[in-house]
């Protein structure tokens, strides 16, 4: 048995470390956090300074069962989680769960998972660090109660099944307001100009003017003037300039240049930072500081030189905008600056690269650049055209790099041909086109992060989980908006002649950025109206400020929660008794038969729409929203038009045809079979020849395409693509295989591959008892017995398991099941009573 135990947060991490390590030293993983507060009370005595009430989930019972036992054996343990403050917390949690004595118990950190790091931190332990572990208790409680507190107040008043939290509902909020300035913004018209222009030697260059004009009549005037204008250089300026290079990436700037570069979402960033990490390419990827150390410095100096030469490089220190930077003392960069490029996965590789090219520019030179500025007169007005040009005289960083930016509108400075004051020049043409003030843009996961680190809200390994969150919940989604056809005009003078021409183009089109459902917007209106505090970008920034100052170890986590609650919680209980029910309810108009109002609300299933209301004799009537319309912008005839559904189309073999909407979109139903529309197909538009056209499509999509062992083989496109299906299993067709020609012998393929795969994933069958143990996805494990169906965590030991125990974890999880509505009761009738069971502190905890 070793005699040093090592614990880490991930399986990778530790085979990784465990290389650098002699024999002496054990490394095993927690699986990330082995505690938490219960999933199915409040855990928290809001009497009793908050004291959190932790319970080891299920899934880490055996987890911490193995380490307890390894920990009993070893001379030493080492509680090696991450330098930030959920490591801490985790930390301790082992500490506490594992019943550590002090004397045989080291805390060591480290930023990055190389040899020379892992040593050094074995030399340089330290105590676990309590006030960076009351600071992960302060966020983690208080979002507890806000989410425990709100989330039934959106039950009663709002819809069942929502939730809320403090961080994803302002992220809400920010994504909503931005949405409604979009829909009120009120597009200004004018003209830009554009001229070419062409010097004594022929070369051709683009200038423009600096103001646009205002309208027609005032194009047609410049234009009529210019027909027989002489065009000279009035001024012609240069200036050196200099471009410097970026800082080294942080969690925000890495997840928003990843998704300009790479295009990569926010949680892919972050789960691509997380492995290569852990396999020691990179430093820990949750951090908001900026600093290289001076090991890193030597290494990016020595890279340059020999790469690149002694001139490019320049040693700099950086310092970072956010105020409360705290989870870990380094920016994130190669743990070697020698290695280019590494051995991974294609995503992993493009990843790496990036954040090599950001942290080795960041030590180099300045892009040394010479700008031009030209200005020419007409001798026919007085307005003047610019030209801007720009050289680069020693590129210094942009060999390597150069940072994206969100809006890439501006055009970027060509080059000038060489001319100088008093130079006639020659007039190719001038345009003038019709161009309209823009709306603010939609925010995309990118630049919802940098607007979150902007305002202080959040932290580095909060904004992945928190735009996950809110997608999840269905309060956004990423748009994908048409947009739609908009004239303008454009004016062209050529050959002293001007000519004007009506063109068309789409506006209002977006694709992937982040757009608020129906429920995000009602659920923010509710929010903002009864609980505008919660809600407040300042209010949530002090927050984020209240947990530095108790991780610097100013402030009493306790203090900071209770100065929250004293405020929160008698506003949820009034808002509660007192508000009135939000459904997000507009007013149409009326309808025409019966005088009762036509409105457009959420109802229990989403949007709709209904004539009449709650409260009359009669019911009312509703009718789903269809794709693409909302409660925001559907309007009084569009409201009308789907009453009109069902539309009866006729009859078709003996069975009944008609067009409808329902909750996954418009389509056609023949008999017990639905027919999805097409994109953008109106079910008032649809024909019973169109109709009757899908159902034949269907009908031949169903027919199968090949027989295997005596049984049909169908093939389709459903929400995950090309897929086969045969004996009621669903096989997915990959890009190997040409979908629309698929043969005899990859139809075989392909069932035969699944079926391994299937026998693959098999680890018991006691056929006799009806019970099967398989692999799952994320690799776990799925215990079933009919409908029962029990998901087991990875760490339990499949291979040895027996008849005897799978049928005692069914059993129990049988037995579990009519309890719940009984515990829920009595969950919400008293807080208190289940928050006061079992305190919380044991021995090791210094303070809570």
Do not use: C
Request: hydrophobic share 35%.
């Amino acid at each position: 048995m070793a005699k040093n135990l090592v614990i880490v947060e991930s399986p990778a991490k530790a085979k990784t470390i465990e290389k650098f390590l002699g024999k002496d030293f054990k490394v095993e993983s927690s699986f990330g956090h082995i505690a938490d507060l219960p999933s199915k009370e409040l855990g928290v005595d809001v009497d009793a300074d908050f004291k959190p009430k932790y319970v080891v989930s299920s899934d880490k019972k055996d987890v911490v069962k193995r380490l307890s036992k390894l920990a009993k054996t070893a001379e030493m343990v080492w509680l090696a989680s991450d330098e930030d403050r959920e490591g801490e917390a985790i930390a301790w949690h082992l500490a506490e769960e594992l019943n550590l004595e002090k004397e045989k118990t080291k805390r060591i950190v480290f930023s990055e998972i190389t040899k020379t790091a892992i040593q050094k931190a074995i030399k340089n332990p330290r105590e676990i660090d309590y006030n960076l572990v009351d600071a992960q208790q302060a966020r983690r409680v208080l979002d507890r109660l806000v989410g425990y507190e709100l989330s039934p107040v959106l039950w009663r008043k709002v819809k069942g099944g929502l939730s809320a939290g403090r961080v994803q509902s302002v992220s809400v909020r920010l994504i909503v307001e931005r949405e409604r300035d979009i829909l009120d913004f009120d597009p200004k018209a004018s003209y830009r100009v554009d001229a070419e222009f062409e010097t004594e030697d022929k070369s051709k260059f683009k200038a423009k003017l600096p103001k646009n004009l205002k309208d027609d009549k005032t194009v047609e005037k410049f234009l009529e003037a210019q027909k027989n204008a002489k065009f000279t250089v009035a001024d012609l300026t240069k200036k050196p300039a200099k471009k410097t290079p970026a800082p080294p990436f942080t969690t925000s700037t890495l997840q928003q240049e990843a998704a300009r570069k790479l295009y990569f979402s926010v949680s892919k960033t972050m789960q691509m930072a997380q492995r290569l990490y852990e396999a020691g390419h990179i430093t820990y990827m949750r951090t908001d500081s900026v600093n290289l150390s001076t090991q890193a410095k030597e290494g990016a100096k020595q890279e340059i030189e020999k790469a690149y030469g002694d001139q490019y490089h320049k040693a700099r220190n950086y310092k970072g905008k956010s105020k409360g930077a705290q989870e870990a003392h380094e920016a994130i960069r190669p743990t070697n600056f020698a290695n280019h490029s590494i051995s991974a996965e294609r995503d992993q590789q493009r990843l790496y690269e990036l954040i090599w090219k950001r942290g080795i520019a960041s030590q180099m030179s300045d892009a040394q650049l010479e700008r031009t500025n030209v200005k020419i007169d007409s001798s026919e007005v007085k307005e003047q055209f610019t030209a801007n040009g720009e050289i680069v005289k020693f590129d210094g960083f942009l060999k390597v790099y150069l940072e994206g930016h969100d809006d890439e509108e501006e055009e970027k400075a060509g080059f000038l041909p060489a001319m100088k004051v008093g130079d006639a020049l020659d007039n190719n043409y001038i345009k003038a086109t019709e161009r309209y003030t823009r709306p603010p843009a939609r925010y995309t996961e990118a630049s919802l992060v940098k607007k979150l680190e902007e305002l202080g809200i959040g932290r580095p390994s909060t904004y992945a989980p928190t735009i996950s969150t809110i997608q999840n919940r269905k309060y956004i989604e990423k748009g994908s908006i048409e947009g739609k056809e908009r004239k303008y005009s454009q004016y062209l003078l050529k050959n002293s002649e001007f000519k004007k021409k009506e063109l068309s183009e789409m506006v209002g089109s977006d694709k992937g950025k982040l757009v608020p459902t129906d429920v995000g917007m009602v659920v923010n209106d509710f929010l903002v109206n009864h609980f505008g505090g919660i809600v407040d970008y300042n209010f949530t920034a002090k927050l984020e400020q209240d947990f530095d100052e108790v991780a610097s170890g100013n402030e009493k986590w306790s203090k900071v929660m209770a100065d929250f609650y004293k405020k929160f919680h008698p506003v949820v209980e009034d808002v509660a008794k007192n508000a009135e029910r939000e459904v997000g309810e507009r007013v149409l108009g009326k309808d025409p038969e019966t005088g009762k109002p036509v409105s457009a609300r959420l109802g229990k299933f989403g949007p709709m729409v209904q004539i009449g209301s709650v409260e009359d004799e009669e019911k009312p009537r509703f009718a789903s929203l269809k794709p693409g319309q909302s409660l925001n912008s559907v309007t009084y005839e569009e409201a009308m038009d789907l009453f009109k559904l069902p539309k009866d189309l006729g009859t078709y073999k003996e069975e009944k045809v008609e067009a409808n909407v329902g909750r996954y979109g418009p389509y056609v139903r023949f008999g017990k079979k639905f027919v999805s529309l097409d994109k953008g197909e109106d079910p008032l538009d649809v024909t019973f020849e169109r109709a009757v056209e899908l159902i034949k499509a269907k009908e031949k999509a169903d027919e199968p395409i090949h027989y295997y062992q005596d049984k049909g083989v169908q093939k389709g496109v459903g929400r995950f693509g090309p897929y086969l299906k045969w004996n009621d299993i669903f096989i997915n067709v990959n890009k190997k295989y040409d979908f629309d020609n698929l043969s005899e012998a990859d139809i075989e393929e392909l069932i035969e591959d699944k079926l391994q795969k299937e026998r693959d994933k098999l680890i018991h069958h006691w056929e006799d008892e009806g019970i099967k143990l398989e692999k799952a996805r994320w690799k776990r494990f799925k215990l079933s017995q009919g409908k029962t169906k029990v998901e087991l965590p990875k760490t339990i030991n499949a291979e040895e398991m027996t008849l005897e125990e799978a049928k005692a974890i069914l059993e129990k999880n049988t037995k579990k099941k009519p309890k719940r509505k009984s515990a829920a009761k009595k969950k919400t009738s008293s807080k208190k009573t289940t928050a006061k069971k079992k305190p919380a502190a044991k021995k090791t905890k210094k303070k809570s």
